[in-house]
């Protein structure tokens, strides 16, 4: 029995990170989200903030994958453009939500009180619903299967966190991780007679140079336990035969 | 006069990317080196280890953008796949490149001599041509308009090293940033009028939260220097007429 898999893809908005001047968080975290989820990412995009960017990765993804994650551009400032493309995209208005409105009102009611710039960050596509922000004021935003987040990492975290268990998913991906002092050239037809005879998991092989020496880490990754730890018995038996040391949880 | 834009795209291969395992640096490192050559890093697509992603992302992106770069997959083991799937992708077969083997024989020569998995390390594309490798042997590859690297950060910011100065680009971009302890949705509307103001430069917002202060700092982005001082002159002095002290260079 094949299991049906659930796909994610991301679409990371903002100039700063493509100009390498912000490193961008939010894929790892969501990432690692989603495994436990049991969705699989499958694709990341990043653009700038280009509405004709913005339009055509929407396009693109919203198509291809079970839910599609945006990050960015949700902000109250000229550059927040986020919202608009989304909507353009789906052929819907922007429209003031007034749960939104309402949020921002209570949040910046101690803070000089609501103006048109924050008002901005109640603007949703029409027929969105919202994502709890526990951090600050503005929402995220729900849009079928599109979920609009903010780029700021602990932001998007909160939101994740509100998200969790709300998403359907298959079984989530497990994985384990068996590191060893051995150069990866001189293991590879190990690994791939590994992996070959194990079906349902997939052996990543992940170089570091330390302590000037050369070893690697051997991520097991499958959706069956059982399958898991025998492979990584059996990887880790086969290391310790061709005379490497091997260390449960990687090095 | 519209001076033309050099534009590049990069295509980060790694299913440890995707789960989240490994953050990724190669986008904010090869964004700023591009921006010195003059190249405006316009898109990333993130990818899993899997032939028809990374075909069909190499067909998108070396057609639409000047430069296209990839990072990792190009290592010994069974899950290193760019090579074949970009020569697919390219309809030419896999070759040996002379050269490489004597690099590989070279550097493992004390190492135990060349093996069959150290030798996929000089397949390339037929045609393609070598990216020096200063920190490990396996060498980089370019072929037309590709650029192969490595998906270790510091053996690609070796072969980054090796490139600079040899791809044709544009003006490069310069930037300036000005920081305050300015929410930026009381100053959305200054922000917006300064951008518009100044033909030639784009102002970003990165909020920021610290000291339980909120702050932001704007990052104004040229290819033309003395417009660039032009804008973050007037953009101080709007800031500090609005009531916010500045911080040059940011906070």
Redesign the interface.
């Known amino acids: 029995m094949t299991e049906r898999v659930w796909t994610a893809g991301i679409i990371?908005i903002g100039?700063?990170?493509?100009?390498?001047?912000?490193?961008?968080?939010n894929?790892?975290?969501?990432?690692?989200?989603?495994?436990v989820q049991g969705i699989?990412?499958?694709?990341?995009?990043?653009?700038?903030?280009d509405t004709d960017?913005i339009v055509a990765a929407v396009d693109a993804l919203r198509a291809r994958y079970d839910y599609v994650f945006t990050t960015g551009g949700i902000?109250?400032?000229?550059?927040d453009i986020t919202v608009d493309a989304i909507a353009q995209a789906l052929g819907v208005e922007v429209v003031i939500h007034p749960d939104a409105r309402a949020i921002l009102d209570a949040y910046?009611a101690p803070?000089?009180g609501l103006?048109?710039?924050?008002l901005?960050?109640a603007r949703v596509p029409a027929g969105a619903d919202l994502i709890p922000n526990s951090y600050?004021g503005a929402p995220g935003i729900r849009m079928g299967n599109l979920y609009i987040m903010a780029g700021?990492p602990h932001i998007t975290a909160g939101m994740l966190d509100a998200l969790t268990g709300s998403l359907e998913g298959g079984d989530p991906?497990v994985?384990r991780t068996i590191g060893s002092w051995a150069?990866?050239?001189?293991i590879?037809?190990l690994?791939?007679a590994q992996?070959k005879s194990h079906e349902g998991c997939?052996?990543?092989?992940?170089?570091f140079?330390r302590e000037g020496k050369t070893g690697a880490n051997f991520?097991i990754?499958s959706t069956d336990q059982s399958r898991l730890d025998a492979c990584a018995a059996d990887l880790a038996a086969a290391l310790e035969a061709a005379g490497f040391a091997t260390v449960e949880g990687g090095i």
Chains 1, 2 share one sequence.
């Open positions: 990371v100039d700063e990170i493509l100009s390498g001047r912000t490193q961008d968080k894929v790892a975290q969501i990432g690692t989200w989603l495994n699989r990412l499958t694709e990341v995009r990043i653009i700038g903030d960017a902000g109250p400032t000229h550059d910046y803070r000089g103006n048109e710039a924050r901005r960050m600050s700021v991906l994985s150069a990866e050239s001189e590879a037809d690994l791939r992996e997939q052996i990543g092989s992940y170089p140079f991520v990754r």
